[in-house]
C-alpha cells in the first residue's frame, strides 16, 4: 500500500524536469552579447560606433545569408515596404545603441533601452497592478537621467552624458518598434525575415561607417574583430535564445531575458572597468524589476 506522498516527484525527477538546458542556453547567450559588445566598444577607438556597427550588422548578413538562403523565395516588389521599413527599424537601432555606449555604462544603456519593449508590453495594460511596472520605470529612469542631479536625487558621481542618453533612449524607441514590426513579417516571410531585414541593416549603416572609418574598415585585424562580433553579438546569442524559445514558456523567457542589464553590468565592470555608483545599480535594479513584474502579468493581459 502507497501513501499519498509516495506519488510525489524524487528530487532526481524534480532535477531531471527543471529545463536547465534552455536555460542555460539562454544565459550563455547573454554572456556571449554581451561579451561581443565588450569586444565592439574596444574597436571604437579605430573605425568608430558607425564602423563597428557596419561590421556587426555585413558580417552578421553574410552568415545569415549563408544560412538560410532566402534566395530560395520567389520575392516581390510588394515586399519591399514591409522589409525596407523593418531593416532600418533594425540599422537604426544597432547604431543608435552602439553610438549609446560610448559615453554611457554598458549596464545602464542597457537597461534605458529595455524601456522600449517595456513600453510595447505595458501598452495594452489592463490591471492595476501593471501600473505598477511603470512606476518602477519611471524610476529607473529619473535616478539616471543627468537632471535627477537637480532635485537631490543626485550622487557625488558625474552626470552622464545627454546625447548617449538620447541615443539609448532611441535604441529603446526602435527596439519596441523593431518587436511589432517583427511579428509582422515573421508571419509573413518565416524565417527569411531575419536575413532580409539585416541586409537593408546593413546598406543603411554602410555610409555612416564609410563616412567615419573611411578605408580603415579594410584593415585585416579590424575585420576579423568584426566578424568576432558579429559572431557574439548575433550569430551565436539569436541561436541559442531561438532554443530557449522553443523549450521554455515565453513567460519564462522574458523573466530571465530581463537579467540581461545586470549582465552587462557585469561585463562593463570585468571587461571595460566601467564603475557604477549606488544610484545606478539602484537604477538597473528598478528597470530590471519593472521588466521581469511585466512579464509575471502579461499572461493576464488582453492580447
Known amino acids: 500500500m502507497c501513501l499519498d506522498h509516495c506519488d510525489a516527484p524524487s528530487l532526481g525527477e524534480m532535477i531531471l524536469r527543471f529545463p536547465f538546458l534552455p536555460v542555460a542556453a539562454l544565459m550563455v547567450s547573454l554572456i556571449t552579447l554581451c561579451a561581443g559588445t565588450s569586444l565592439a566598444k574596444g574597436l571604437f577607438p579605430f573605425v568608430g ?18 544560412f538560410w538562403r532566402p534566395w530560395r523565395r520567389q520575392w516581390t516588389w510588394a515586399d519591399l515596404p514591409s522589409l525596407v521599413f523593418f531593416g532600418v527599424t533594425l540599422g537604426a537601432m544597432n547604431l543608435l545603441f552602439y553610438s549609446a555606449i560610448k ?15 517595456l513600453a510595447v508590453a505595458l501598452w495594452s495594460s489592463k490591471k492595476p497592478l501593471d501600473f505598477l511596472w511603470i512606476v518602477l520605470a519611471v524610476a529607473g529612469m529619473a535616478l539616471i ?3 535627477s542631479q537637480y532635485f537631490g536625487l543626485g550622487d557625488a558621481s558625474p552626470a552622464l552624458d545627454p546625447f548617449g ?25 518565416g524565417a527569411f525575415a531575419t536575413p532580409m531585414g539585416m541586409l537593408v541593416a546593413a546598406i543603411v549603416v554602410l555610409p555612416f561607417g564609410l563616412s567615419v572609418a573611411g578605408s580603415s574598415l579594410l584593415n585585416l585585424e579590424w575585420m576579423l574583430a568584426g566578424l568576432g562580433i558579429a559572431l557574439l ?3 551565436i546569442p ?6 530557449s524559445l522553443q523549450h521554455l514558456p515565453k513567460q ?6 530581463s537579467l540581461e542589464p545586470a549582465v552587462g ?26 521588466s521581469m513584474g511585466s512579464a509575471v502579468t502579461s499572461r493576464h493581459r488582453l492580447p
Open 165 to 189: 542618453i538620447a541615443c539609448a533612449l532611441g535604441a529603446g524607441c526602435c527596439w519596441g518598434i523593431y518587436i511589432v514590426l517583427g511579428q509582422r513579417v515573421a508571419d509573413r516571410y
Open 145 to 147: 537621467m543627468p537632471l
Open 238 to 243: 539569436y541561436s541559442l535564445e531561438m532554443y
Open 49 to 66: 560606433a558607425e564602423g563597428t556597427t557596419t561590421y556587426r550588422l555585413v558580417f552578421s548578413t553574410l552568415l545569415l545569408m549563408a
Open 252 to 257: 519564462t523567457f522574458s523573466i530571465l531575458l
Open 233 to 235: 553579438s548575433s550569430a
Open 103 to 117: 559615453t554611457v555604462p554598458f549596464g545602464l544603456a542597457i537597461a534605458i533601452e529595455f524601456t522600449g519593449p
Open 265 to 290: 553590468a557585469l561585463a562593463g565592470w570585468l571587461v571595460l572597468s566601467e564603475q557604477l555608483s549606488t544610484q545606478q545599480f539602484c537604477a538597473i535594479g528598478l528597470i530590471m524589476a519593472a
